[in-house]
T-cell receptor, first 111, second 112 residues
Framework: DAKTTQPNSMESNEEEPVHLPCNHS???????IHWYRQLPSQGPEYVIH???SNVNNRMASLAIAEDRKSSTLILHRATLRDAAVYYC????????????FGKGTRLHILP | NAGVTQTPKFQVLKTGQSMTLQCAQD?????MSWYRQDPGMGLRLIHY???????DQGEVPNGYNVSRSTTEDFPLRLLSAAPSQTSVYFC???????????FGQGTRLTVV
């Protein structure tokens, strides 16, 4: 499985945008980029995914570099409820269903 | 529609005991997985299944057995519990062809 690299932790102020980076320099052409987050004492939840183009949904935006070697999850206006561990995951959609988690980025939101 | 349901939520076992963690989903998802999460760590894949009757090993399968006799259920069996298996266990399911996985609320297991 292709690897991802994320900062261990980040801080942001409430009501400001947050940009969470992810490096994946060994990404293959059939790897989708997924983001999940895990709120305290809960199971992970899906946030967003993309292949080549930038993606938007009600939770966040995903900006993918033109060479696909990095991506950024954007929370447009962080709230205290967005404090969580955010996981950037690559998954080859040609293969089986394994979703392999890394250590993720712990996001702290300052009031 | 309950989603992914895990039971029990909490369990304390003595070393050497066996038990089964239950996972059930009512979304008719083909794919199901078990993960463990140790304190301060990310999730590690134990076993997964791509459909009834089909299972395969993940990253850390030793000490655990699974079976998938129905689409809805994917139990995880600890054969002889060890303190190293103290962890929070999460079950997940996903529909084939879709990318979004749904996770249960977890089972917190302590082996003493």
């Amino acid at each position: 499985d292709a690897k991802t690299t994320q900062p261990n932790s980040m801080e942001s102020n409430e009501e400001e945008p947050v940009h969470l980076p992810c490096n994946h320099s060994t990404i293959s052409g059939t790897d989708y980029i997924h983001w999940y987050r895990q709120l305290p004492s809960q199971g992970p939840e899906y946030v967003i995914h993309g292949l080549t183009s930038n993606v938007n949904n009600r939770m966040a935006s995903l900006a993918i570099a033109e060479d696909r070697k990095s991506s950024t999850l954007i929370l447009h206006r962080a709230t205290l409820r967005d404090a969580a561990v955010y996981y950037c995951i690559l998954r080859d959609v040609r293969g089986d269903d394994k979703i392999i988690f890394g250590k993720g980025t712990r996001l702290h939101i300052l009031p | 529609n309950a989603g992914v349901t895990q039971t029990p939520k909490f369990q304390v076992l003595k070393t050497g005991q066996s038990m089964t963690l239950q996972c059930a989903q009512d979304m008719n998802h083909e794919y199901m997985s078990w993960y463990r999460q140790d304190p301060g760590m990310g999730l590690r894949l134990i076993h997964y299944s791509v459909g009834a009757g089909i299972t395969d090993q993940g990253e850390v399968p030793n000490g655990y057995n699974v079976s998938r006799s129905t689409t809805e259920d994917f139990p995880l069996r600890l054969l002889s519990a060890a303190p190293s298996q103290t962890s929070v266990y999460f079950c997940a399911s996903r529909r084939a062809g879709r990318t979004e996985a749904f996770f249960g609320q977890g089972t917190r297991l302590t082996v003493v």
